[in-house]
């Protein structure tokens, strides 16, 4: 793998220091009704309370950053082009707006409302296409045609998986006797981060990833040994998660990544419901998954020994209106 293609504890560490004071250290709550549920000790990382809403941020802020600084004089000329489902979207529309640098987001028409709103609060320029992983790609390639911008990967760009890498150093800090941490998977990125970050220094803590049963690309990948993709996106309610893993996360999955839960529809409401019920916040179906493989009868069987478990609350950017149709 090439060098400038690669994802390591120093990476990760150096994407820690540029964080630092541009990202909120997230705290991890926990909840004795979802101890009782899940049979063991849960210690939930609110990512939710992420600046743009959800953990995106970190990765888009440090790519954000690292172009800056190596632009030098001419960076206020910048201009990116990005392809996202929602929250990565408003991440880098916030990161690059911090940086005074112009943003253009492509995202499906089918996208929640309150993700392209926030996208546009932070003056990116959106446009939308079908939701489908080729139209996205020739969308973002018009758009770059037209603007000259540069595109930012959510899935294969190193120095933003290595932003997201940092909720794995954070974790270690809080949650010193961790056995176990748990993230929703869409691209792949936070789990590889993660992944990345807690197995170069705690090899023994394992790392699951947790998917919609009707989006289980990452655990079609690991079934089949070879990376899956839907031609055309699954539609659950999880809809941050409705994506193909990337090429370059399936390369650290084979060997960072224990094992892949998947949950039903119905699974990730209820834990959404319990989430917002017995501990007052507000997470979206998405940040609910990690929460769901946990309280399953699979994690139960097959996470035995796992007693401290950290399960990561990804985001919270859900639409208001709809959740009448979603509970």
């Known amino acids: 793998m090439d060098a400038d293609n690669v994802v390591t504890l120093k990476t990760v560490q150096k994407a820690a220091d540029t964080l630092s004071g541009h990202v909120i250290m997230t705290p991890v709550q926990t909840d004795e009704t979802l101890d009782l549920l899940s049979g063991r000790r849960l210690y939930l990382k609110c990512e939710n309370f992420q600046k743009s809403g959800s953990f995106k941020f970190r990765g888009a802020y440090n790519a954000v950053s690292r172009l800056v600084n190596s632009n030098g004089s001419t960076a206020n000329r910048l201009e990116l082009v990005a392809g996202s489902t929602g929250n990565f979207a408003c991440g880098l529309a916030m990161a690059a707006e911090l940086h005074g640098v112009t943003a253009h987001m492509v995202m499906p028409d089918n996208s929640p409302e309150c993700k392209r709103q926030m996208a546009l609060s932070h003056g990116a320029s959106l446009t939308l296409c079908e939701p489908a992983a080729q139209e996205i790609a020739r969308t ?163 996470a035995g020994g796992c007693k401290n478990v950290a399960v990561i609350l990804s985001g919270g950017n859900v639409d208001i209106d709809i959740l009448s149709k979603i509970l």
């Not at 190193?158 to 748990?182: F, K, N, S, Y």
């Not at 996106?233 to 370059?248: E, T």
């Open 140 to 302: 973002v390639n018009q758009v770059r045609d037209a603007t000259g911008a540069i595109f930012i990967s959510g899935a294969e760009r190193p120095d933003v998986i290595a932003g997201h890498g940092t909720m794995g150093l954070e974790l270690l800090r809080q949650v010193p006797d961790m056995d176990a941490v748990v993230m929703p998977v869409g691209t792949g990125g936070m789990l590889t981060g993660v992944s990345v970050a807690i197995k170069s220094i705690c090899p023994e803590i394992r790392v699951y990833g947790a998917e919609p049963e009707v989006s289980n690309c990452a655990a079609m990948s690991l079934e089949k040994g070879e990376r899956y993709a839907f031609p055309r996106f699954p539609q659950s309610v999880a809809d941050g998660l409705n994506g193909n893993i990337g090429k370059l996360p399936w390369t650290y999955m084979q060997s960072n990544v224990d094992d892949i839960f998947t949950v039903s529809e119905d699974e990730i409401k209820n834990a959404m419901r319990l989430v917002w019920e017995r501990m007052q916040m507000v997470i979206e179906p998405s940040g609910a998954v990690g929460v769901a493989a946990v309280l399953s009868d699979s994690f139960k069987a097959r």
